[in-house]
């Protein structure tokens, strides 16, 4: 078993949340100022930005009342409790892959049998890595992007642990 050190347990980062919130609430208030516009054009971009800003804030608003551990990666696997109660151990990984869209970094997870751990997924898990799938991304993600430690300060630890469990191999960042 790795030293216990080497654990990485991710947290929400509430003041990124918080922000993001924030400015979700600004473009919803913007929107509806917009819709009072006689433009068509400016009405029709009002709507589109309350729906779309909208739907941010119950997201985001769930993500201020999480507590505990969101992601961990330990000698076990890759815990994500976003994306269910399984635990991806590292036996059924065959690589790791850093991404990056539009400037936001992922961890992609490259497994050896992706439709038994879908399977496993929790519904809303599923339907996003579907609609990914749809325009091209197969892998199952774990964005680190609105957690405590990030990806900047969790990579090092990730190469440490999966040096110390023999799997560094299995990294492609």
Known sequence: MPDESLKIECTTAYEKVGLLLVCCVAFVVGGLVMTGDPDPY???????????FGMGLPILGGMLLRTGVVV?????????RRLGPEVIRWEAIDRLELLSIQGNKFIGVRLQDRR????RMNVWARLVHHANGCVGFRLIYVNLGALRPGLREGLPR??????????DELLDL
């Open 42 to 52: 400016s009405r029709i971009i009002g709507w589109a930005g309350v729906v779309l």
């Open 158 to 167: 990730l190469y440490a642990l999966l040096s110390e469990i023999g799997r």
């Open 72 to 80: 961990r990666f330990d000698g076990e696997g890759i815990y994500d």
């Open 116 to 119: 038994a751990y879908l399977a």
